[in-house]
């Protein structure tokens, strides 16, 4: 199967993947929870090269992860938001992040911390069990596949 045909498989991650699955998108949709909002915050933010950003930028607008608003007519000029759509990809970020300064923060700890503002916190992402809110364990967890129609 090639890459450009992930979307077809019978997976949440593989569809998943097929519009989030490249570093460069992940890296401006979490730009875009940082605030960026215009094409140079993403490209200076990033440190993607301008085709990149422009390209990417592109297909999350596509796949309706962002929307593209105008902020200026003369010259005609853009800005980027999250959709709802690319607000529900939050958890997957904050995962990744916990993820990353778990297992690759040098040392030094997290580079960015995070702090909710109902309870002044700081916090960092838990996956838990929507039902009694236990963290959830792949060794507790049973899966039960849909059969194809």
Request: with cysteine; hydrophobic share 35%.
């Amino acid at each position: 199967m090639r890459w450009s045909e992930i979307d077809q498989q019978t997976c949440s991650v593989a569809r998943a993947l097929s519009e989030i699955g490249d570093r460069w998108t992940l890296l401006l949709i979490r730009d875009a929870f940082l605030r960026a909002r215009r094409f140079d915050d993403f490209v200076e933010r990033s440190g993607a090269a301008r085709n990149v950003v422009a390209n990417r930028l592109e297909k999350l607008v596509a796949s309706g992860i962002l929307e593209r608003r105008a902020y200026q007519t003369r010259p005609e000029r853009h800005e980027y938001r999250l959709t709802e759509k690319g607000r529900d990809l939050y958890p997957v970020i904050m995962t990744l992040v916990a993820w990353g300064d778990r297992w690759h923060d040098d040392g030094a700890g997290p580079p960015v911390r995070h702090q909710h503002r109902g309870c002044g916190k700081r916090m960092h992402a838990v996956v838990a069990c929507s039902e009694c809110r236990e963290a959830l364990d792949p060794r507790e967890t049973r899966v039960t596949v849909r059969k194809e129609r």
